[in-house]
Structures are given as C-alpha cells and as structure tokens.
C-alpha cells in the first residue's frame, strides 16, 4: 500500500466501492474516520494535477455510489412502513399474473 496520502486515499476509495457494492454499510463508518485523517495529511502535502484528477474520479464515482446506496435505504424503509400500516403488497406469481395480498399489522413478523 502506498504511503503517501494521496496514495492511500486512492486505495481508501477502491475500498469504499466495495463495500458499497457489497451492502456492507457497517464498514463505512471506520472508512470515513480514515478518510478524514488522509484529508488532512494531504491539506499540507497536495499531490500532483494527474493524481488530483484521479481521486476526484474516483471519489466522483463512489458519491453517486453514496447516494445509490441511500436512495435505496428510504425505499426500503418507505415501503416497509406502508406494508406495516397495511398497504397491501402486490407480487407477482409464477405464470406473471399480479397477486394481491392483504398485510395484517399485527401477524407481520420483522425478521433480521
């Protein structure tokens, strides 16, 4: 791995990709702490144009990421929150045709 800043942010990003491409948001918080501390370090030692225009690509691309991530979030939770005020769920069966189904708030079971 790279010892500079500039370095460690571009490896920092290829891990932050992956694990928004994996679902595991759990390990974003622990990647964020570092991110801010390379920051700083390359606040006083700023990398060449090249180097420059790669983070910002690459960090381009993992905020769309971000925001791919939380718009799928809301939608999740918006949607679980419909089917427990007893919206009712429509799926489909295995011919296509659209089923129905009506939920009962308190038979919905929550499961992790």
């Known amino acids: 791995m790279a010892r500079d800043p500039a370095g460690r942010l571009l490896h920092l ?9 994996a679902g ?5 918080p622990g990647l964020l702490a570092e991110h801010e501390s390379l920051i700083e370090r390359l606040a006083k030692d700023p990398p ?6 790669r983070l910002r690509t690459d960090h381009a691309r993992n905020q769309s990421l971000f925001k791919a991530a939380l718009a799928g979030l809301a939608a999740a939770r918006d949607r679980l929150s419909a089917i427990s005020d007893g919206v009712p769920l429509e799926t489909y069966s295995a ?9 009962d708030r308190k038979r919905l079971v929550r499961r992790a």
């Open 13 to 21: 990003a290829k891990r932050e990709r992956a694990a928004l491409l």
């Open 24 to 28: 595991k948001l759990d390990q974003l």
């Open 48 to 53: 060449d144009a090249e180097t420059l225009h």
């Open 95 to 103: 011919r296509g045709t659209r089923q129905g189904h009506r939920t």
